[in-house]
């Protein structure tokens, strides 16, 4: 099985044995439209020149399918989708909703179909976990024709992600995945929240774009949205510049200049001010978000941790559910200094809820689910 998560600016890819989920080959093209990688047509020749290189190529009839990341299914894909002509025009339609990442999926599916047009490709969406978040938590409360005529509505992303964590973290906690109800933090360059029961997830904080939630890298996450009006009456700001404040200039980013939680806790430990206030606005708002979802759950049996920064940040961990006794969650610092990389228990033994750091693995999720689909 190959995987293609094409972004706007590059082209990760993993080769996987489904018999046992093993990496045969990964890879990353990154820079496209700069330099000698013109375009993701190019991008996907170098992928294949790579894999020719270790034998593993795109002609091998061992190969079995292809599955692509496509950011926004919108309404219409929830569930891992065979791609045929008509699906590449669903995913064309839904542009507009994602205007950087469905034309670069789309490039991705183009050039992958017309090297191997006899090969069954098929699309899991990032938004496809949240499908089945109910109405009133899905809903903004805005002009409901306004709202559909324009499918403004929560979408949410980093749907494999969110999936693949809440099943491991039942995994983890030997239960039953229909019997747990996880909050699931996927704090990354993009962060989300979502609120799991019993595997079926009910909330999440990215809304109909992934700007809405939590503070990010570089995006704003929640602010009112009168914010955009006042930048553009007072601030003179255009559209488009306020799309690439909040999306490129804000976040941890905007607060201290710095969006690597790395360097910002070296500079913290330097007393630098700055990069203290952008950790604690960013905790601060994870912390508002798991009260949130744990009323919004009920009863939660885990919160767990994935991404670049809720696998590694001891720091942001410890600062996001310290003092939560009230709710249940007490957080072990001895255990959460620990480092490792395998999934892993960070409460005290008799913390009621089980805090948890489940690394992710996206396209293995992905992996999963073509298969799943093919071979049904
Ligand atoms: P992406 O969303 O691009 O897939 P990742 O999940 O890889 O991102 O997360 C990247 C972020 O993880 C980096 O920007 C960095 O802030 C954070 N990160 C990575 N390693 C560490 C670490 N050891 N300690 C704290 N933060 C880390």
């Given at each position: ?29 990154e820079r496209i439209g700069e330099g000698p990688v013109a375009d993701h047509a ?283 006794r009230g709710l249940g969650i007490e957080i072990d610092p001895v255990r959460n ?40």
């Amino acid at each position: 099985m190959l995987v293609l998560n094409s972004g706007s600016s590059s082209v990760k890819y993993r080769l996987l044995d489904m018999a046992d989920g093993s990496r045969l080959a990964s890879g990353l093209v990154e820079r496209i439209g700069e330099g000698p990688v013109a375009d993701h047509a190019a991008a996907l020749r170098q992928v294949a020149e790579e894999l020719d290189a270790r034998h593993l190529g795109l002609d091998s009839p061992r190969l079995a399918a292809v599955g692509h990341r496509v950011v926004h299914g919108g309404r219409r894909f929830t569930e891992p989708t065979l791609i045929t002509d008509e699906v590449v025009t669903g995913i064309e339609e839904l542009v507009p909703l994602a205007p950087l990442h469905n034309p670069a999926n789309l490039a991705g599916i183009r050039v992958a179909r017309a090297l191997r047009p006899d090969l069954p490709q098929v699309a899991v969406f990032d938004t496809a976990f949240h499908s089945t978040i109910p109405e009133h938590a899905a809903r903004y409360a805005i002009d409901t024709r306004v709202a559909e005529a324009h499918g403004v509505r929560r979408y949410g992303f980093h749907g494999t992600s969110h999936a693949y964590v809440s099943r491991s973290t039942a995994e983890l906690l030997g239960r039953e995945v229909a019997e747990t109800n996880t909050i699931v933090l996927h704090l990354g360059n993009g962060a989300s929240a979502s609120a799991v029961r019993g595997g079926v997830c009910v909330d999440t904080s990215m809304g109909l774009t992934p700007l809405e939630g939590l503070v990010m890298g570089t995006r704003s996450g929640d602010v009112d949205p009168a914010v955009v009006f006042h930048l553009a009456r007072v601030g003179g700001m255009s559209n488009d510049e306020i799309d690439t404040l909040l999306n490129k200039r804000s976040g941890l980013l905007g607060l201290c200049g710095d969006n690597d939680m790395r360097e910002i806790g070296r500079r913290m430990a330097d007393g630098d001010g700055a990069a203290r206030l952008a950790f604690d606005v960013y905790v601060h708002r994870l912390r508002k978000y798991v009260g949130a979802y744990t009323a919004v759950l009920g009863r939660v049996d885990a919160v767990a941790f994935t991404a670049g920064v809720g696998e590694n940040s001891t720091a942001v961990r410890q600062a996001a559910l310290d003092g939560l006794r009230g709710l249940g969650i007490e957080i072990d610092p001895v255990r959460n200094a620990v480092r490792g990389t395998g999934a892993r228990i960070v409460s005290t033994a008799d913390s009621p809820v089980v805090v948890a750091v489940v690394p992710t693995d996206e396209e293995l999720e992905i992996a999963r689910q073509t298969h799943t689909l093919i071979r049904s």
